[in-house]
T-cell receptor, first 119, second 109 residues
Framework: GAVVSQHPSRVICKSGTSVKIECRSLDFQATTMFWYRQFPKQSLMLMATSNEGSKATYEQGVEKDKFLINHASLTLSTLTVTSAHPEDSSFYIC???????????????FGSGTRLTVV | DQQVKQNSPSLSVQEGRISILNCDYTNSMFDYFLWYKKYPAEGPTFLISISSIKDKNEDGRFTVFLNKSAKHLSLHIVPSQPGDSAVYFCAASGNQFYFGTGTSLTVIP
């Protein structure tokens, strides 16, 4: 089946530094990738949607200059948290699909997530 | 604003019995509902879904029921097995996916 690899699984960084999270589709071409964030005891919240070769579409309230998303190829999307602060500490997870309609019907494949801790 | 809610953070069930996981939503425009299963250190995987035009969908031991008037869906697992122990998320599809907060199911051998 479709596999999405997300790295790193855990990262601790100092306040003010930047962190890059990678999301790779291993056996399919991900035309669309999604980035979610989950705070403790809350649900997965969509941050942004990225289509290969175009700019990401950010959800309301998500700072695009802080959360830089790059989807330069059909198998790789990256999320860079710039100038991270403790309030950015969260669980970040990506998902990908080759077909948006199939994805909506359950065909999204999720990465395993990244636990970011900013100290 | 939480559009999809799972009010039970955890559930314990004896092996062989029925597990019932519940989910409520607020937006009547959602047209597709899904359940995902998540093991520790892994991403959520798709389990079963239901269209808003149906009230039941069955796949082996898993059945999802949809009550549109109550804006409520449930996932039934019969019989429950220890390998079913995981966190279950419900999700609703509208202009984007909206996820519940998850219910951690423990099936006791």
């Amino acid at each position: 089946g479709a596999v999405v690899s997300q790295h790193p699984s855990r990262v601790i960084c100092k306040s003010g530094t930047s962190v890059k999270i990678e999301c790779r589709s291993l056996d399919f071409q991900a035309t669309t990738m999604f980035w979610y964030r989950q705070f403790p005891k809350q649900s997965l919240m969509l941050m942004a949607t990225s289509n290969e070769g175009s700019k990401a579409t950010y959800e309301q309230g998500v700072e695009k200059d802080k959360f830089l998303i790059n989807h330069a190829s059909l198998t790789l999307s990256t999320l860079t948290v710039t100038s991270a602060h403790p309030e950015d500490s969260s669980f970040y997870i990506c998902s990908a699909t080759q077909d948006s309609q199939q994805g909506r019907l359950g065909g999204y494949t999720f990465g395993s997530g990244t636990r970011l801790t900013v100290v | 604003d939480q559009q999809v809610k799972q009010n039970s953070p955890s559930l314990s069930v004896q092996e062989g019995r029925i597990s019932i996981l519940n989910c409520d939503y607020t937006n009547s425009m959602f047209d597709y509902f899904l359940w995902y299963k998540k093991y520790p250190a892994e991403g959520p995987t798709f389990l079963i879904s239901i269209s808003s035009i149906k009230d039941k969908n069955e796949d082996g031991r898993f059945t999802v029921f949809l009550n549109k008037s109550a804006k409520h869906l449930s996932l039934h697992i019969v019989p429950s097995q220890p390998g079913d122990s995981a966190v279950y998320f419900c999700a609703a599809s509208g202009n984007q996916f909206y996820f519940g907060t998850g219910t951690s199911l423990t099936v006791i051998p």
